[in-house]
């Protein structure tokens, strides 16, 4: 048992290429790394691992997913080699019983959804990650109870690494970024910066479909649920705060978010 409760952050990780980048996005998650209790272990949950049914990896040593297209060879050339933890994905399967967790050791990995951002985080990877699928079967607030569930690993000395973006529409990209947001976007991740806080249930982002701009900002759930498990995860009344915020290329949501 800990004594240090670790955070929980959701991260907007953004294009792949952040990987390779410097920018205000990658600097916040390199300080992060520099600045927060050292964890023992990380759960990662990644928009890009959407799958029927809840896995998590439980490899003894992960392999580097590059589970995208069309970008430069050095970005497929970068490896994450941290060592996975069968007994934390044990640990995740007894957390989260009744739901059947399958112990995923051939199929998966950590995807740049996890490893895109812990790279800037703890560029040693010398940290065990166990990454958690998103069920793509279930609702709103069957992530978030899951996230409910995974709480009690925090005070394990494991950290809660939640990516996607809150806003997420490819179709709608503007490519020259220094376009402005869309209008849609930025209400729709004003709203999510407004909510995030709440107290009660149902938390009240379970319900962000109903925003008038969902469908624009979300055409599908993968890379808005990763927040329900952190938002899930808070004890109490914890401080949530915000450590990077922006929209780049007119519909992407750069918005991280600290439980802790």
């Known amino acids: 048992m800990s004594s240090t409760r670790m955070p929980a952050l959701f991260l907007g990780h953004g294009s792949p290429m952040n990987v390779l980048e410097d920018n205000r996005y990658t600097r916040s998650w390199r300080q992060l790394g520099q600045t927060l209790p ?3 272990a990380i759960l990662a949950i990644s928009a890009h691992w959407y799958r029927q049914g809840t896995a998590v990896t439980a490899m003894a040593q992960p392999r580097t997913v590059h589970d995208f297209g069309g970008f430069p060879q050095a970005l497929f050339d970068q490896r994450y080699p941290a060592p996975g933890s069968p007994a934390l994905a044990q640990r995740v ?3 989260l019983a009744p739901v059947p967790v399958q112990a995923d050791i051939d199929e998966w990995g950590l995807d740049h959804g996890s490893w895109g951002v812990l790279i800037k985080m703890y560029p040693e990877a010398d940290i065990p990650v166990v ?4 069920d793509a079967t279930r609702d709103a607030a069957y992530h978030y109870a899951l996230g409910r ?3 009690a690993l925090r005070d394990e000395g494991v950290m809660l690494v939640a990516s996607g973006n809150v806003v997420h529409n ?3 990209v503007r490519w020259q970024d220094n376009d402005e947001p869309y209008p849609w976007a930025t209400s729709f991740n004003q709203f999510v910066r407004e909510n995030f806080i709440a107290q009660g249930e149902p938390h009240p982002l379970i319900a962000y ?3 008038q701009d969902a469908a624009l900002a979300n055409p599908s759930p993968e890379h808005f649920l990763p927040l329900l498990y952190v938002l899930g995860s808070r004890i ?7 450590p990077v915020d922006g929209i ?3 519909s992407i949501s750069m918005l991280s978010v600290q439980v802790g």
């Open 38 to 40: 050292r964890p023992e």
């Open 93 to 95: 399967q007894s957390l």
């Open 131 to 134: 990454q958690l699928s998103i």
């Open 149 to 151: 569930k995974l709480a």
């Open 170 to 172: 490819l179709r709608t």
């Open 209 to 211: 479909q109903q925003h």
């Open 236 to 242: 109490d009344d914890e401080p949530v705060s915000v």
């Open 248 to 250: 780049t290329l007119g």
